[in-house]
């Protein structure tokens, strides 16, 4: 049975959830679900923007019969081609054959080569204006957020912004849908960190070309195609994308990874977190064996400051840990201090590792010397890493 909801005057939600998915993308846990965007605009013309996953896709198709109560559908506008939100296209063209396609040149390439498309496309460029009755739809290129097809749609009448995956979040809707109506800092912002930052994160610089653009547009409605919708408060939202885009850290402190076989590195781990906490400074500790690699990536962009501790395994880093590295690089990880402690019964070189691994990344300064644990702490490793841990400390006092 249809479940739609009417956001504003002629717009109306048509979304659904899945909270039975395991792994967004096949790689990234989402036990709060995920929310599937798509809105109907009804003017003298029905526009729908987006289509939804297949997994929501009989709910998506009698929220649209039901929200064009009898009318036809005009236009469909694209704005990203990844199958989340595009492979019920097909069953789309089906139901409305005689539907304009309204999107760019890639989304078009990319219709063709998802579907053998090459029906009816009205095309866009940048900037470029369709009058759909009252209102004028307005077409904004964010090429990289997250694919190089993807665009904007800004509704200047209303104020509307579809913004395709930006300002989504991982997470189901709870039955409310808008920001305002849910507790947002408390139940989302942690996956909208992790979302960002594992989908778009390395596009910083596009993602902040396309924030230009959108700084001159009066925005009061914001409907992206993952997660709430905002309508209130969105310059706290907007902040918190500056901040990220710019490889900024969001707060002043530290998180401190390690990986550990036996407990010995896990030990000297904390021995340099409780060090940092005896200074008044915030830490968090995680050990990346256990830990998603994708909240692992998302708390190190959010601290100012990164502890790596590692075993030496097979005269290397720790797998998880190897991988965390590879991670951080591949998200375009930057602009942050970090320190390192290694660990080895016979031949430690971890820490060396470490610091090869991270040397791609632009800005990265290392903190103190590292520390060598020769299996087990002792009473001189111990007085290093407590030195440490006040040195990393200090550090984020003072900056
Ligand atoms: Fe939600 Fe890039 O797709």
Redesign the pocket.
């Known amino acids: 049975m249809h479940n739609s909801v009417r956001i504003a005057d002629g717009l109306t939600y048509l979304g659904g959830n899945d909270r039975r998915i395991a792994l967004f993308e096949s790689a990234y846990p989402v036990p709060r679900g995920v929310s599937y965007n798509s809105y109907l605009l009804t003017d003298e013309k029905t526009v729908l923007f987006d289509t939804v996953d297949l997994s929501v896709s009989d709910l998506f198709f009698e929220n649209l019969a039901y929200a064009l109560d009898g009318r036809g559908l005009d236009y469909v506008v694209v704005h ?1 081609m ?1 199958p ?2 595009s492979a019920t296209f097909a069953r789309l063209l089906e139901k409305y054959p005689s539907v304009t396609v309204v999107t760019n040149q890639k989304v078009a390439q990319m219709l063709k080569n998802y579907f053998g498309f090459a029906g009816n496309v009205h095309l866009v460029k940048e900037g470029d204006s369709l009058s759909v009755g009252r209102r004028t739809l307005t077409f904004v290129f964010a090429p990289m957020v ?2 190089p097809e993807v665009m904007f749609t800004y509704v200047p009448e209303d104020g509307i912004l579809f913004s395709a ?1 930006a300002f ?1 979040t991982f997470g189901a809707l709870p039955g409310s849908i808008f920001a305002d109506e849910v507790d947002f800092e408390r139940d989302f912002l942690d996956d909208a960190r992790r979302y960002y930052f594992n ?1 778009v994160g390395k596009y910083g610089v596009q993602v902040q070309n396309v924030l230009k653009k959108a700084a001159g547009l009066d925005i009061r409605l914001v409907c992206p ?2 997660g709430p919708v905002w309508r209130r408060d969105f310059a706290w939202y907007l902040k918190k994308y500056l901040t990220w885009s710019a490889y900024e850290p969001e707060e002043k402190c530290v998180a401190v990874f390690y990986a550990s076989v036996y407990g010995h590195t896990q030990n000297a781990a904390e021995i340099v977190a409780s060090a940092v906490a005896a200074e008044g400074v915030k830490v968090r500790t995680y050990d990346v064996s256990v830990t998603h690699v994708s909240e692992l990536v998302a708390e190190a962009f959010r601290c100012s400051h990164a502890v790596f501790a590692s075993t030496t395994y097979n005269n290397g880093i720790f797998v998880n840990m190897e991988n965390f590295l590879g991670d951080l690089k591949a998200h375009a990880f930057q602009n942050r201090k970090y320190a390192v402690v290694e660990n080895g019964s016979w031949a430690p070189q971890a820490g060396g590792l470490i610091e090869g691994a991270l040397a791609p990344c632009k800005n990265l300064q290392l903190l103190g010397e590292k520390v060598t644990v020769l299996s087990a702490v002792n009473a001189e490793s111990a007085e290093k890493l407590v030195a440490l841990g006040k040195l990393i400390a200090q550090d984020v006092k003072a900056n």
Do not use: A, M, Y
Request: avoid cysteine; charge should be negative.
């Open positions: 990203h990844e989340d939100h997250h694919w995956d989504g989908i195609l993952h």
